[in-house]
């Protein structure tokens, strides 16, 4: 279990993060997906990181370290149309730069709202990784907002698509930030990826 999280430094500038001395995991999705929300639930620290019922509350790079063993890292959301596109290349570039030279990060959560039907944003982001060599698992959020038969349904659909994209599909697990669901599974995740 995880005894102790705390936040390190908020970066815009990738090559301002922390030394890459211990091993990282990071949660990246839409906007408003839940990013925020998972990583106080999972640390069981209510306020970590700053969460809201508007799109883009995350616009940093924001480190925090965990039992001073690993760092969790809570990303921006892609796809936020309220930005002029000069911020939102700049998110982009801040976002895919991160991902795809930071040294220590063995693992990345995509958070996909399980309220949905397959969006073409998150798998066109799936496959950026997949062809970037970036270490993907899906997290489904929001669990608690629907009845468990809409939650596999749309699940079905987003595994069903994948299928026609990739050979292999990366690990999922399901969550709800509200009540706890996927909590045990997602730690045990994320500490066997960060394990020595
Ligand atoms: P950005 O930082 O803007 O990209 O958003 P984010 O992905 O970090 O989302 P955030 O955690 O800020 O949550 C967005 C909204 O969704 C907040 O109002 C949360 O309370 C709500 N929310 C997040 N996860 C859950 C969940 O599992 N269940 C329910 N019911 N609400 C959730
Ligand atoms: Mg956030």
Redesign the pocket.
């Known amino acids: 279990m995880i005894q102790k999280a705390e936040f390190v430094v908020s970066n815009n500038n990738p090559s301002n993060c922390p030394k890459p001395d211990r091993a990282e995991v990071a949660f990246i999705?839409r906007?408003?997906?839940?990013?925020?929300?998972?990583i106080n639930m999972l640390t069981g620290k209510k306020e970590l990181?700053k969460?809201?019922?508007?799109?883009?509350?995350?616009q940093l790079i924001n480190h925090f370290k965990i039992d001073d063993r690993w760092y969790l890292v809570?990303l921006?959301?892609y796809g936020?149309a309220k930005v002029n596109v000069k911020v939102k290349e700049g998110w982009e570039n801040m976002i895919t730069t991160y991902l795809t030279k930071r040294e220590n990060l063995c693992g990345v959560f995509v958070?996909i709202d399980s309220r949905l039907e397959p969006q073409k944003i998150d798998l066109d982001f799936l496959l950026w990784c997949g062809t970037n060599g970036v270490p993907a698992a899906i997290v489904f959020?929001?669990?608690?907002?629907q009845s468990k038969s809409k939650t596999h349904q749309n699940i079905q659909k987003f595994l069903k698509k994948m299928n026609e994209i990739f050979e292999e599909i990366p690990d999922y697990l399901i969550?709800?930030?509200?009540t706890g669901q996927g909590k045990d599974d997602l730690e045990e995740f994320i500490l066997d990826l960060v394990k020595e």
């Open positions: 999705g906007s408003n997906v839940g990013k925020s929300s998972l990181a969460t809201s019922q508007k799109p883009g509350k995350t809570d921006p959301g936020f958070l959020t929001k669990a608690d907002k969550t709800s930030s509200e």
